[in-house]
């Protein structure tokens, strides 16, 4: 059985950082992308940064040159350091990775969320 572990979350003033952290365990035979995502209440989960196992990533506009999506491969962990948090950021962050137990196929996992206010 995989599981997704977050921690880091938190209440923050604008202009802190947080650092959130995501690691997988369980039977594990390869993880392929690594990725976080946000949901405010109300509103659709949207993706705000994702990791290749190669190590390529990609961000939403609304976090470029704020968060960094970083992975530790040994450690099957991936992070998200956020600076210059603003109020908007304000959301249950969830972490998500695509893995296989075995060779041959893959599937989504998701962690609990954890969430991150930002007060102005």
């Known amino acids: 059985q995989v599981q997704l572990v977050e921690s880091g979350g938190g209440l923050v003033q604008a202009g802190g950082s947080l650092r959130l952290s995501c690691a997988a365990s369980?039977?594990?035979?390869?993880?392929?992308?690594m990725g976080w995502y946000r949901q405010a209440p109300g509103k659709q989960r949207e993706l705000v940064a994702v990791t290749t196992s190669g190590g390529s990533t990609n961000y939403a506009d609304s976090v470029k040159g704020r968060f960094t999506i970083s992975r530790d491969n040994a450690k099957n962990t991936v992070y998200l350091q956020m600076n210059s948090l603003k109020p908007e950021d304000t959301c249950v962050y969830y972490c998500n990775a695509d893995i296989s137990v075995r060779a041959g196929s893959s599937r989504d996992y998701w962690g609990q969320g954890t969430q991150v206010t930002v007060s102005s």
């Open positions: 369980g039977s594990i035979f390869s993880i392929n992308a």
